[in-house]
C-alpha cells in the first residue's frame, strides 16, 4: 500500500512537468471536466456540483481505483471552479479548458 501512495505522489509530481510540456494530464483534464461540467448543467448549487461530479466519478472510472483517485482529486480541486463557470454559461470545452488552468493542470492564467 505504501508503495501505491508514493507512486501517486510522484505521478502528482512529474504533472507540473508534463504541463508545461502540454501534456497527458491537460488533455485528460479538458476531457473529464468538459464532460463533467455537461453532467452537471442545471445543477442550482454548488453541493449539488459536488455531488453529480462524484457521481459521474462513479460511472465514468468504474473500478479503476487509480482512474477514481484521479477523477476525485479533479473534483476536490476544481468543484468551486466548475460551480464557478456552470453559473457563468459558455461552451464546455471553453470553461474546463478555464478549470484546468486553475488547478494548474495546463498551462495559463486562472480566468476565474
Same mark, same amino acid.
Given at each position: 500500500?505504501?508503495?501505491?501512495?508514493?507512486?501517486?505522489?510522484?505521478?502528482?509530481?512529474?504533472?507540473?512537468?508534463?504541463?508545461?510540456?502540454?501534456?497527458?494530464?491537460?488533455?485528460?483534464?479538458?476531457?473529464?471536466?468538459?464532460?463533467?461540467?455537461?453532467?452537471?448543467?442545471?445543477?442550482?448549487?454548488?453541493?449539488?456540483?459536488?455531488?453529480?461530479?462524484?457521481?459521474?466519478?462513479?460511472?465514468?472510472?468504474?473500478?479503476?481505483?487509480?482512474?477514481?483517485?484521479?477523477?476525485?482529486?479533479?473534483? %476536490?480541486?476544481?468543484?468551486?471552479?466548475?460551480?464557478?463557470?456552470?453559473?457563468?454559461?459558455?461552451?464546455?470545452? %471553453?470553461?474546463?479548458?478555464?478549470?484546468?488552468?486553475?488547478?494548474?493542470?495546463?498551462?495559463?492564467?486562472?480566468?476565474?
Amino acid at each position: 500500500m505504501k508503495t501505491f501512495f508514493v507512486a501517486v505522489i510522484a505521478a502528482l509530481a512529474l504533472t507540473g512537468q508534463m504541463v508545461s510540456a502540454g501534456g497527458l494530464f491537460c488533455g485528460y483534464c479538458d476531457s473529464l471536466v468538459g464532460a463533467g461540467i455537461t453532467y452537471c448543467e442545471g445543477a442550482k448549487t454548488e453541493t449539488q456540483v459536488e455531488q453529480l461530479l462524484n457521481k459521474y466519478c462513479d460511472e465514468v472510472v468504474g473500478s479503476s481505483s487509480v482512474g477514481k483517485m484521479v477523477c476525485n482529486l479533479l473534483v %476536490d480541486e476544481g468543484v468551486q471552479y466548475i460551480w464557478k463557470v456552470i453559473q457563468k454559461g459558455g461552451t464546455p470545452s %471553453d470553461e474546463a479548458q478555464a478549470v484546468c488552468q486553475c488547478i494548474d493542470l495546463c498551462s495559463g492564467d486562472c480566468s476565474l
